[in-house]
């Protein structure tokens, strides 16, 4: 199966039946914001059939890069996250997944799971390390971001 997809025939052909799947993959445009996931993603999920279809209980483990909204410096973290969720026949919306034939796709559920967990403003763990000159209020020997180099020229009063 390419991707997240997931082959549950002998899932559906069984009530009560359960397995345990772990799978990996890089996906594109993966990320919110000013955080992205540059990396594979691992999904460790046990499959359970249940009447209504299959219950997903995963533990989504991906890292995402950004970089600090104060002081730009490259930063990371790997994320360890949970998702129970339903997949069903006839899915309803904003509440379950789809069960699409005898495949279920992991892809929609790690793009909920991993994106409300992305930082907007993501920022350093410690305090940034920016000394500032107290007699400028500006950083130290610190390179000028070229973003910020047009408002260099203006005068403060």
């Given at each position: 199966m390419p991707g997240l997809r997931i082959d549950i025939a002998d899932l559906?052909?069984?009530?009560?039946?359960?397995?345990?799947?772990?799978?990996?993959e890089t996906l594109d445009d993966l990320g919110a914001g000013a955080g992205?996931?540059?990396?594979?993603?691992?999904?460790?999920?046990?499959?359970?059939?249940?009447?209504?279809?299959?219950?997903?209980?995963?533990?989504?483990?991906?890292?995402?890069?950004?970089?600090?909204?104060?002081?730009?410096?490259?930063?990371?973290?790997?994320?360890?996250l949970h998702a129970d969720e339903l997949y069903e026949p006839t899915p309803i919306d904003g509440e379950t997944y789809p069960i699409?034939?005898?495949?279920?796709?992991?892809?929609?559920?790690?793009?909920?799971?991993?994106?409300?967990?992305?930082?907007?403003?993501?920022?350093?763990?410690?305090p940034c390390r920016v000394e500032v000159d107290p007699a400028t209020e500006t950083p130290a020997e610190s390179p000028t971001d070229p973003r910020w180099a047009a408002l260099s020229s203006l005068e403060i009063r």
């Open positions: 559906l052909a069984r009530a009560g039946s359960r397995r345990a799947v772990t799978v990996t992205t996931i540059p990396g594979p993603v691992t999904v460790r999920a046990q499959l359970d059939r249940v009447s209504e279809g299959v219950v997903v209980r995963a533990d989504v483990e991906a890292t995402w890069r950004a970089e600090c909204s104060y002081c730009l410096a490259e930063i990371g973290e790997t994320l360890v699409e034939g005898h495949e279920i796709d992991l892809e929609l559920l790690v793009r909920d799971t991993v994106l409300l967990e992305l930082p907007l403003a993501p920022h350093c763990a410690e």
